[in-house]
């Protein structure tokens, strides 16, 4: 608050001081905003690293929830950012050193389609992993992918959602640059192979 040049116990004074402090609360207000927003981009930062520590083991990926993931460069770049996953099947991948149980992972997972039956978990590296210069901190960001199924209709028409986004190192924003539709799992097609360890 700004200091008083008339006494504070006048009509002045105390106008004057009404006056500073509406504007030093919508000064507190903005700052409150700010730190709001700081915090949602800290608990996205944290969902969506906890999704990819875990999302490798999901039985039908993105069907209850995000599924994330990381893609390669060279399908990023082969694909110009378009998602034709029929023309071209993602290049997915998970992180063993990333991942909640490393040792599972490299065993393989289970999907709810084929039994009980162990399924490879496609594998890769960080330094495979894309990278995109973020709009906002316009640092070298992660390229995470998100598979879901926002629409279970009783019809079978489904709707499943693939969509990429960067996580920026500076600003921990994370910007959705390309998304898409389709009524299939994305995710069924899939143009790594991996051999499971174990």
């Known amino acids: 608050m700004k200091s008083l040049s008339v006494p504070f116990f006048s009509a002045e ?3 004057f001081a009404t006056v500073c402090a509406k504007s030093d609360i919508q000064a507190v207000e903005e700052n409150i905003r700010e730190l709001e927003d700081k915090r949602r981009r800290l608990e996205r930062l944290i969902r969506t690293v906890e999704r990819l520590r875990k999302s490798w083991k999901d039985e039908d990926p993105g069907k209850y929830g995000e599924c994330r993931f990381l893609v390669s460069r060279a399908w990023l ?10 023309a071209h099947p993602i290049d997915y991948f998970w992180v063993p050193e990333m991942a909640d149980d490393p040792e599972a992972m490299r065993r393989g997972r289970k999907m709810d389609r084929r039994g009980d039956a ?4 496609p594998l890769g590296t960080l330094d495979e992993a894309a990278r995109r210069p973020c709009p906002h901190c316009r640092s070298d960001g992660l390229v995470v992918g998100c598979h879901d199924q926002p629409d279970d209709s009783q019809d ?43």
């Open 118 to 121: 162990l399924v490879p978990v």
């Open 156 to 198: 079978g028409n489904d709707t499943w959602e693939l969509n990429l986004s960067v996580l920026g190192p500076a600003c921990l924003e994370e910007t959705v640059f390309t998304r898409s539709v389709c009524s299939y799992r994305c995710l069924d097609k899939s143009a790594r192979l991996t051999t499971p360890t174990g």
């Open 77 to 86: 770049e082969s694909t110009s950012c378009q998602l034709l996953v029929d």
């Open 13 to 15: 004074g105390l106008t």
